[in-house]
């Protein structure tokens, strides 16, 4: 069973940067895919960028350009350093763990989701 620990969210303005983190304990993270979604009160939870253990990544149209996922093996957390940050950027943001097929930016595909991480941008 792995369990996930995102940390990092908070409260910007428009054009500021965060960098989320999540921390995996009761597996090593090196050897599988792993990625990041948010998800807003109403709306369905959206995948927005994926990290495999080759260095592989895909990210949603929404956030190319802005957002950045990696991972330290060593550490066993996942990274993502979000730049640019937009209003509509505000969600609950989920780390997500072990792919197990399918679309890898489709919410399904994965196995464990953390707890998620907050992350408000004002105006």
């Known amino acids: 069973q792995v369990q996930l620990v995102e940390s990092g969210g908070g409260s910007v303005q428009a054009g500021g940067s965060l960098r989320l983190s999540c921390v995996a304990y009761?597996?090593?993270?090196?050897?599988?895919?792993m990625g990041w979604f948010r998800q807003t009160p109403g709306k369905e939870r959206e995948g927005i960028a994926s990290?495999?253990?080759?260095?592989?990544?895909y990210y949603a149209d929404s956030v190319k350009g802005r957002f950045t996922i990696s991972r330290d093996n060593a550490k066993n957390t996942l990274y993502l350093q979000m730049n640019s940050l937009e209003p509509e950027d505000t969600a609950m943001y989920y780390c997500a763990a072990e792919y197990r097929g399918g679309v890898y930016l489709q919410k399904d595909s994965y196995n464990y989701y953390g707890q998620g991480t907050q992350v408000t941008v004002s105006s």
């Open positions: 009761g597996g090593t993270i090196s050897t599988i895919r």
């Open positions: 990290s495999g253990p080759s260095g592989s990544t």
